[in-house]
Nanobody
Framework: VQLQASGGGLVQAGGSLRLSCAAS????????MAWHRQAPGKQRELVAL???????TYAGFVKGRFTISRDNANNTIYLQMNNLNTEDTAVYYC???????????WGQGTQVTVSS
């Protein structure tokens, strides 16, 4: 499956963004969909996961600010990000799993920039 991420942009600290990730095929049978991010000079890190049943898991730094969701009917996952801070500046990627590996598909990334 191919993934297309969108929704990034420039936002002031404290603001919100909603990222979308549209899949070219069905995500119904994909157990875990994920959002990752990579800041300049840093390794890519997992932001959030969502299971096929809709159960979310978040990285500790999210601290209740982000919400991951999935719409299996429309083959799309979302990441609602609130109360953004400058440390959230990164390229955000959607993926069909929690970590790189064989068979994992990645979107092209969408830039999120948070200004102070």
């Amino acid at each position: 499956v191919q993934l297309q991420a969108s929704g990034g942009g420039l936002v002031q600290a404290g603001g919100s963004l909603r990222l979308s990730c549209a899949a070219s095929g069905s995500i119904f049978s994909i157990n875990l969909m994920a959002w990752h991010r990579q800041a300049p000079g840093k390794q890519r890190e997992l932001v959030a996961l969502i299971s096929s049943s809709g159960t979310p898991t978040y990285a500790g730094f999210v601290k209740g600010r982000f919400t991951i969701s999935r719409d299996n009917a429309n083959n799309t996952i979302y990441l609602q990000m609130n109360n953004l801070n400058t440390e959230d500046t990164a390229v955000y990627y959607c993926a069909t799993g929690p970590r790189p590996g064989p068979g994992i598909s990645w979107g092209q990334g969408t830039q999120v920039t948070v200004s102070s």
